[in-house]
């Protein structure tokens, strides 16, 4: 099984701030890697696929990085819309996993 | 646009089956993996299985003893039975399509199953 380490667990930041969250694999997945952002009381909403790629009606602040296991997410200029939990996961082999999570808050 | 739908009761006696359906709309079950995911109250997300439109299936192995995921096509439905339940199975359960397999790009709004007697 895939681990997927996020890090960090929690962050606050302030409006207009750069958020970044990085996602490592126990092993290489390739670009096999999504990006998932679930606001309070909602199931999640896919936000990047495959690393890098966009996904029609996300908004451009947030993309996505990198590829073999080490993956980052950036939030450019944090809005107050963008508080919710986010997650990584792998869709390179069986079973499925996901990353534990990162919390974001506005400071 | 394909909306996801589950349904069934919220409330499991410990060493029950817990059942649930996820009603498919806006599109063909054609083509696309069907999952199960979980979420425990304040936790993250644990992938259960999923089916293929076909009827192949694939379980994640903590759960792989006691899960079936099965498919009505006919009625653009999928099911997860999930047996001898107990308190840790207490979750939000949602429904997922993966595209290609991959992308879980539609999910259901979730459903709470608690496992209580």
């Known amino acids: 099984e895939i681990v997927l380490t996020q890090s960090p667990d929690f962050q606050s930041v302030t409006p207009k701030e750069k958020v970044t969250i990085t996602c490592r694999a126990s092993q290489s997945i390739g670009s096999s890697l999504h990006w998932y952002q679930q606001k309070p009381d909602q199931s999640p909403k896919l936000l990047i696929t495959?690393?890098?790629q966009s996904i029609s009606g996300v908004p451009s602040r947030f993309s996505g990085s990198g590829s073999g296991t080490d993956f980052t997410l950036t939030i450019n200029s944090l809005e107050a819309e963008d508080v919710a939990t986010y997650y990584c996961?792998?869709?390179?082999?069986?079973?499925?996993?996901f990353g534990q999570g990162t919390k974001v808050e506005i400071k | 646009q394909v909306q996801l739908q589950e349904s069934g009761p919220g409330l499991v006696k410990p060493s029950e089956t817990l059942s649930l359906t996820c009603s498919v709309s806006g599109g063909s079950m054609s083509s696309h993996y069907w999952n199960w995911i979980r979420q425990p109250p304040g936790k993250g997300l644990e992938w259960i299985g999923f089916i293929y439109y076909s009827g192949s299936t694939n379980y994640n192995p903590s759960l792989k003893s006691r899960v079936t995921i099965s498919e009505d096509t006919s009625k653009n439905q999928f099911s997860l039975k999930l047996t001898s339940v107990t308190a840790a199975d207490t979750a939000v359960y949602y429904c997922?399509?993966?595209?290609?397999?991959?992308?879980?790009?539609?999910w259901g709004q979730g459903t709470l199953v608690t496992v209580s007697s």
């Open positions: 996961h792998q869709s390179s082999s069986l079973p499925r996993t």
């Open positions: 997922a399509r993966a595209n290609y397999g991959s992308v879980l790009d539609f």
């Open positions: 495959y690393a890098s």
